[in-house]
């Protein structure tokens, strides 16, 4: 699982902190980017090479200057001082901390809504991933990219449920993580009697968010049916539409009396399969009523 992210924020920022998961961490634990303007960096070697180039500038000058010097030496000195000016310049990287700034600033301004794989614990990881699973598999479905489902809606309040629920399991991961260490360091017989509603509390309203996550697995699961039977039907429709030059071939060869009732069978199905879409998408409009409630 990745970064979890309010739908109230905006795409290209929610887009932005979703890829530097990573870094979010990092900026959670207290990291902040260092105040640099250049969006270049220099390497050593290049910062070592431009701090010697006034010596090597004047070291060339006396050698030219001087009537002693061969030729070829100061031929293959200038040879090798532009080399070492290249790679100097191919060695300037690109510096990140604009983009490591960026995500800084939208992660501060942005500050509590969003959630990262660390706010939640093995158990309430697994129920994420599984409400996760459900919404993905309804948004990606045909029938809902086809309209036979409320997309709009869909594409509004399964994102918020999402959130709802990472929100929740994320304050109730952090109330076990501080009940686990306080039962850790010993409980006295006198608050025994206290600790008991508590962790009662815990477990109901863990029963609540699971509760959700299965109303969005079964309406996931009636939108799986809704979208076999779509398949179907766009299958027998081929095929329909195919069936005047099978006819067509069947009298022709004196055998189309023995294929009738099959030819009829057809028809029949993708009748049968037209209803059973309709009944599908309208069970999966009743288990979407049933998530709003």
Request: charged share 25%; hydrophobic share 45%.
């Amino acid at each position: 699982m990745g970064v979890v992210v309010d739908p109230g924020v905006p795409p290209e920022v929610a887009g932005l902190l979703r890829a530097n998961a990573p870094l979010l961490s990092r900026i959670r634990a207290g990291w902040v980017p260092p105040a640099e303007t250049s969006s270049r960096r220099k390497s050593p070697s290049s910062a070592m090479l431009l701090a010697a180039t006034p010596f090597v500038v004047a070291l060339m000058a006396l050698l030219l200057a001087s009537r002693f010097a061969p030729a070829g030496f100061v031929l293959l000195g200038t040879y090798v001082f532009v080399v070492l000016v290249k790679i100097a310049s191919m060695s300037e990287v690109e510096d990140d901390r604009p983009q490591e700034r960026g995500v800084y600033e939208q992660a501060r301004w942005y500050d509590g809504r969003y959630l990262l794989p660390e706010d939640f614990d093995q158990e309430a990881r697994a129920v994420l991933t599984r409400a996760q699973r459900a919404i993905g598999s309804v948004l990606r479905s045909h029938v809902n990219a086809e309209g036979l489902l409320d997309d709009a809606r869909n594409a509004v309040m399964l994102p918020a449920q999402e959130w709802e629920i990472a929100r929740l399991l994320a304050k109730l991961s952090a109330l076990r993580l501080e009940h686990r260490e306080l039962l850790a360091r010993g409980i006295a017989p006198e608050v025994a009697a206290v600790i008991e509603p508590l962790e009662r509390a815990l477990v109901n309203s863990e029963a609540a968010v699971v509760a959700r996550v299965e109303a969005l697995e079964r309406y996931a699961g009636h939108v799986a049916e809704a979208e076999r039977a779509y398949h179907a039907r766009g299958q027998i429709e081929e095929l329909r539409a195919r069936l005047p030059r099978y006819e067509e071939l069947l009298a022709e060869s004196g055998a189309d009396k023995l294929a009738v009732p099959e030819i009829e069978r057809l028809a029949e199905d993708a009748d049968v399969l037209e209803r059973t879409l309709r009944r599908s998408v309208r069970s999966a409009h009743e288990a979407f009523r049933y998530l709003e409630g």
